[in-house]
């Protein structure tokens, strides 16, 4: 630990005098926690590590998504949460709550409103409850430790097995509670199981073991069984048990009470075993914390450096560096479902949300994880039929879109990701996105095909070439199927299948088939638009409303506006069927105009919703068109409007650290295009940064003449030392073998990118060819 900081400490001292080492000390912990980001500020110990430790908190009928509430009562601390999602909450099991005197009754609603806020730190949390008793708390990856501090007299610790996050929503997605175990062993330890079931994914039972050491024997303790009236009643789930509640109370004397608590999918005696090695007896809590600290600073932090000084900006970099890496969990070891050498990571929240910014962010930042990653949802295909589109508790789903991992894997190949990932049964994977229907889950929300994995409306898309009104989220589905068929043709031409390049070229054009060139809104004319089976266009409907924009319309949470931007693999035509050149700027900055759409309000009433995923292209578009200082203005002014280093300082839920990669790759000065080694060039924020790209190479990118608000245009810029004229580099340029970037800016727009356009790899596709390259 202390050699780790020493370490660090030379490293990041040279010329940077102001610059501390200590990178924990940025970390904003309760970045994103309010205005929806539902951000988890608790305990996770390295990057993607299994355990989430943290507070539940009750607050009227509010959805506690990550288990955490700004106000409202804590009715435990649970170790297991997901991070930065909506839909409903999941997990929030394996679960202690402290309570002040004896517990006659642990059926009631136990919860204690805060004396204080809680605080937080990389690898440490504290809650003060206002009748006295204070709960720290640390964890390693696959334990924790809890420290409380009691009142005077006899105090007790209640464990309920059947704790879970409920949800309010109504939708039919709350969790169950579905029987386990509960054994103490004597002298303050006990061990056993929970099982679960529902949450957002619609999942069966599921089994989490336990093992809990408190570091005394208890004066006394008891178990209890019943039928509580308390929050985890109001999950209705599936399960049939219903509100039969389970657990124990152990009762201290003393004023300092610690528990260990380890878990496991596996078994109470793996669950035991992680808390012996990773957390032994008499381990304290602050040896935990730096232990944490000194893991995240060594796998992500440390390999992010820049010259910057304010400290607000300095903390929304490695605020938003931590909470991009605490999804998915890295669950190596600990998968219940099958036998395998592979690596197993779950807690996908989803790929329709992180393959834009965030899976091409794993491969610079953590190529290991990242390559574990690839490795484990090639493995879930082998031994699930499927892969992932969203996926928790061990189980698939749901799916929002299309199968968005086909873009995942694609990046990765056409990015050199190699190592141990079998690539023949990575596009076979792919392929049975593209060929398999998968059977309908009978999802109540979406009853027409499945939303737990695999593209549900295949029987369309292969019959029609796009996808009628007979599936719900038709339109949005048909543009996400398209380049989900362009991410096929990206590995089918590295491995060599002619004949498939060639099929999937051509339907990864079909989201074509969709443009209506008649529709019209705001001025504009030509959308992609719900077609019926005899090929009209005449379904009724208003291009800006998607009435409701949910699972059963056809359009998913985003405008046609959005959707008529999304097919990224085809620009070249996109920008001609929306009349060309000119008139595709127009557009777009239409797009971005305050006061145009009544539907935005938090965002000025733009069309633009910066909140959520579709859009995360679209500020960047313009480099398509020659105007790379557009693309500057919009993006920019998304990024300091939008996001700040406060609670609320994320539009919208973080969807497990995308909105999180939005912004770091405006802050690196560059746009991934997923599926393609392009990346579009918009203005970096710093004058000096500095990226890690392992085995020695690195990344840098300078700016000198800008200011990033006032000053952002690019003036002028050299790659590798050469002069640069195109509005785009590649990942050959600057990341396989490390590079550099310096660029030049101003307050002038300039049109300084008079080099050839990005490639438009789907609309130079011709047919016949065995391809474009
Ligand atoms: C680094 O900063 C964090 C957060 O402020 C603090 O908990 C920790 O003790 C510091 N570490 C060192 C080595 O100073
Ligand atoms: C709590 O219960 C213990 C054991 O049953 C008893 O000795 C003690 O007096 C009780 N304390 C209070 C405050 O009721
Ligand atoms: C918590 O605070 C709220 C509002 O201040 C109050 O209504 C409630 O009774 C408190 N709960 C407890 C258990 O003290
Ligand atoms: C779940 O609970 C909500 C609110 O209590 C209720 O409106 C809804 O009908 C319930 N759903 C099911 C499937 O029981
Ligand atoms: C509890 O601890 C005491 C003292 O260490 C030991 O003698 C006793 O056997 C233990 N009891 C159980 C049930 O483990
Ligand atoms: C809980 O309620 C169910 C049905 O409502 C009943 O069958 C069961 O016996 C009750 N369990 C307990 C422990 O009271
Ligand atoms: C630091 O950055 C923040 C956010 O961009 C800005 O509001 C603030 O003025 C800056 N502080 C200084 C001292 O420049
Ligand atoms: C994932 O977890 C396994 C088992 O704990 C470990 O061996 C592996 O190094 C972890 N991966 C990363 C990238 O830390
Ligand atoms: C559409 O064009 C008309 C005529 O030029 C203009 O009056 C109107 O404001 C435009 N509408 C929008 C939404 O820009
Ligand atoms: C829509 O589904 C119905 C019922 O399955 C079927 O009869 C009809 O042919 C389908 N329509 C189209 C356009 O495929
Ligand atoms: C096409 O099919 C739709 C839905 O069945 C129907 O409402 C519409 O009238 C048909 N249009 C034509 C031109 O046949």
């Known amino acids: 630990?202390?050699?780790?900081?020493?370490?660090?400490?030379?490293?990041?001292?040279?010329?940077?005098?102001?610059?501390?080492?200590?990178?924990?000390?940025?970390?904003?912990?309760?970045?994103?926690?309010?205005?929806?980001?539902?951000?988890?500020?608790?305990?996770?110990?390295?990057?993607?590590?299994?355990?989430?430790?943290?507070?539940?908190?009750?607050?009227?009928?509010?959805?506690?998504?990550?288990?955490?509430?700004?106000?409202?009562?804590?009715?435990?601390f649970s170790m297991m949460h997901e991070s930065g999602t909506g839909g409903a909450p999941k997990y929030g099991v394996v679960n202690q709550m402290p309570v002040k005197g004896n517990v006659s009754n642990p059926l009631i609603d136990l919860g204690q409103n805060r004396s204080t806020s809680d605080v937080a730190q990389v690898g440490?949390?504290?809650?003060?409850?206002?009748?006295?008793?204070?709960?720290?708390?640390s964890a390693t990856e696959h334990a924790g430790l809890y420290q409380y501090t009691l009142p005077s007299g006899q105090n007790s610790i209640v464990v309920d097995v059947s704790h879970v996050l409920p949800s309010f929503r109504g939708l039919g997605w709350g969790q169950g509670y579905a029987g386990g175990s509960f054994q103490p062993q004597g002298n303050g330890s006990y061990q056993?199981?929970?099982?679960?079931?529902?949450?957002?994914?619609?999942?069966?039972?599921?089994?989490?073991?336990?093992?809990?050491?408190?570091?005394?024997?208890?004066?006394?303790?008891?178990?209890?069984?019943?039928?509580?009236?308390?929050?985890?009643?109001?999950?209705?789930?599936?399960?049939?048990?219903?509100?039969?509640?389970?657990?124990?109370?152990?009762?201290?004397?003393?004023?300092?009470?610690?528990?260990?608590?380890?878990?496991?999918?596996?078994?109470?005696?793996?669950?035991?075993?992680?808390?012996?090695?990773?957390?032994?007896?008499?381990?304290?809590?602050?040896?935990?914390?730096?232990?944490?600290?000194?893991?995240?600073?060594?796998?992500v932090f440390a390999k992010v450096q820049t010259d910057e000084t304010n400290t607000t900006v300095l903390t929304q970099l490695?605020?938003?560096l931590y909470g991009m890496n605490l999804l998915p969990s890295n669950r190596t070891g600990e998968n219940p479902g099958w036998q395998s050498?592979?690596?197993?990571?779950?807690?996908?929240?989803?790929?329709?949300?992180?393959?834009?910014?965030?899976?091409?962010?794993?491969?610079?930042?953590?190529?290991?994880?990242?390559?574990?990653?690839?490795?484990?949802?090639?493995d879930t295909w082998r031994h699930n039929s499927f892969m992932p589109d969203a996926r928790s508790s061990n189980y698939n789903g749901r799916t929002q879109g299309g199968s968005n991992a086909d873009n995942v894997l694609a990046d990765a190949y056409v990015k050199g990701v190699r190592g141990k990932v079998n690539w023949q049964d990575g596009y076979a994977a792919m392929r049975t996105d593209a060929e398999v229907?998968?059977?309908?889950?009978?999802d109540p929300i979406a009853p027409d095909s499945s939303t737990k994995e695999g593209r549900g409306a295949l029987p369309d898309w292969r019959s029609y070439g796009y996808i009628t009104p007979n599936f719900t989220r038709a339109v949005s589905r048909a543009v996400e199927y398209s380049v989900n068929d362009f991410s096929l043709t990206q590995v089918a031409r590295g491995l060599g299948y002619r004949g498939d390049y060639q099929k999937y070229i051509k339907r990864s054009q079909n989201w074509r088939n969709h443009w209506?060139?008649?529709?019209?809104?705001?001025?504009?004319?030509?959308?992609?638009?719900?077609?019926?089976?005899?090929?009209?266009?005449?379904?009724?409907y208003d291009p800006e409303q998607c009435s409701g924009c949910y699972w059963g319309d056809p359009y998913y949470e985003d405008l046609p506006w959005s959707y008529s931007f999304n097919a990224q693999h085809d620009m070249a035509h996109l920008i001609s069927l929306a009349g060309g050149q000119e008139k595709f700027v127009e557009r777009l900055e239409k797009f971005f105009e305050p006061g145009v759409y009544s539907g935005n309000a938090a965002y000025g009433n733009t069309v633009f919703n910066p909140g959520n995923e579709p859009a995360f292209n679209t500020p960047y578009l313009f480099n398509f068109v020659g105007r790379q200082d557009l693309s500057v203005k919009y993006s920019r002014h998304a990024?300091?409007?939008?996001?700040?280093?406060?609670?609320?300082?994320?539009?919208?839920?973080?969807?497990?650290?995308?909105?999180?990669?939005?912004?770091?790759?405006?802050?690196?000065?560059?746009?991934?295009?997923?599926?393609?080694?392009?990346?579009?060039?918009?203005?970096?924020?710093?004058?000096?940064?500095?990226?890690?790209?392992?085995?020695?190479?690195?990344?840098?990118?300078?700016?000198?003449?800008?200011?990033?608000?006032?000053?952002?245009?690019?003036?002028?810029?050299?790659?590798?030392?050469?002069?640069?004229?195109?509005?785009?580099?590649?990942?050959?340029?600057?990341?396989?073998?490390?590079?550099?970037?310096?660029?030049?800016?101003?307050?002038?727009?300039?049109?300084?990118?008079?080099?050839?356009?990005?490639?438009?790899?789907?609309?130079?596709?011709?047919?016949?060819?065995?391809?474009?390259?």
């Open 341 to 378: 050498n592979e690596p197993y990571y779950d807690d996908f929240f989803t790929f329709w949300d992180l393959f834009r910014c965030s899976t091409s962010l794993w491969q610079v930042i953590l190529p290991t994880a990242y390559e574990e990653i690839i490795r484990s949802l090639i």
């Open 516 to 540: 209506n060139p008649k529709q019209s809104s705001l001025n504009f004319t030509g959308f992609v638009v719900p077609k019926y089976g005899n090929g009209s266009f005449d379904y009724p």
């Open 318 to 320: 490695y605020s938003y």
């Open 639 to 773: 990024a300091l409007a939008y996001y700040n280093a406060g609670t609320g300082g994320i539009p919208g839920n973080s969807d497990a650290g995308a909105m999180q990669t939005w912004i770091l790759w405006n802050m690196i000065g560059l746009y991934p295009m997923t599926g393609q080694t392009t990346f579009l060039i918009g203005s970096p924020f710093f004058r000096h940064l500095s990226i890690d790209l392992g085995g020695g190479k690195k990344l840098v990118i300078t700016s000198r003449g800008g200011d990033r608000a006032t000053a952002p245009y690019v003036q002028s810029l050299r790659v590798n030392g050469r002069r640069w004229d195109r509005s785009w580099i590649t990942w050959d340029d600057v990341f396989k073998n490390g590079g550099r970037m310096d660029f030049v800016l101003g307050a002038e727009q300039t049109r300084w990118a008079r080099g050839a356009p990005p490639p438009s790899p789907a609309s130079s596709a011709r047919n016949g060819h065995w391809g474009w390259w």
């Open 192 to 299: 056993g199981h929970g099982i679960y079931n529902n949450g957002w994914n619609l999942s069966p039972d599921w089994t989490i073991y336990f093992c809990g050491h408190f570091d005394q024997a208890p004066t006394s303790q008891k178990t209890f069984t019943g039928n509580g009236t308390t929050l985890a009643s109001y999950g209705n789930g599936s399960s049939t048990e219903g509100t039969y509640r389970q657990g124990g109370v152990f009762t201290f004397d003393k004023s300092k009470v610690t528990s260990r608590v380890g878990v496991s999918f596996i078994s109470t005696t793996k669950a035991c075993q992680n808390v012996q090695s990773e957390i032994p007896k008499g381990t304290t809590l602050q040896s935990l914390t730096s232990q944490a600290q000194t893991r995240w600073t060594n796998d």
């Open 437 to 442: 229907v998968p059977p309908n889950n009978h």
């Open 124 to 137: 440490y949390y504290k809650s003060s409850l206002s009748n006295g008793v204070d709960i720290e708390v």
């Open 1 to 76: 630990m202390a050699t780790a900081f020493l370490t660090l400490a030379c490293f990041a001292g040279i010329g940077h005098a102001q610059f501390s080492s200590n990178y924990s000390q940025y970390v904003n912990l309760f970045l994103g926690t309010t205005n929806g980001g539902n951000m988890f500020p608790g305990v996770c110990a390295a990057p993607h590590a299994m355990v989430k430790l943290g507070p539940d908190v009750e607050s009227g009928n509010t959805d506690a998504y990550s288990g955490y509430l700004p106000s409202g009562q804590i009715w435990g």
